[in-house]
């Protein structure tokens, strides 16, 4: 009879220790598989609004020049008569539209 108990203790802590041991590489896995799980979130919701924000594309020094020297030569177009007023608007809202 002792030896069945004994044999029954030293199965109780076999299992007891595979058991421990057992719950400690889940715990660790889950970790990393949130820690994982967490970052590829992350990077999509990034992706995601970068790809949902409009772009911020200011106008720069150079293109404004552009846009008022165009301007500048339609209006002169219609100062000597070349342009009428209704073609200046057309020509302006595409010069301005192009911007």
Partial sequence: MPRLVRGMARTAVI???ATA???RVQRRQSEQFAERDAAIWAQQDQAYQSASAPPEAA???STRADTIDQLQQLA???AQ???TDEEFEAQKA???AGR
């Fill in 21 to 23: 041991v057992s719950g």
């Fill in 59 to 61: 106008p720069s020094a």
């Fill in 81 to 83: 008569g070349i342009l």
């Fill in 76 to 78: 002169q177009l219609k």
């Fill in 15 to 17: 299992a007891g220790t």
């Fill in 94 to 96: 595409m010069v301005l």
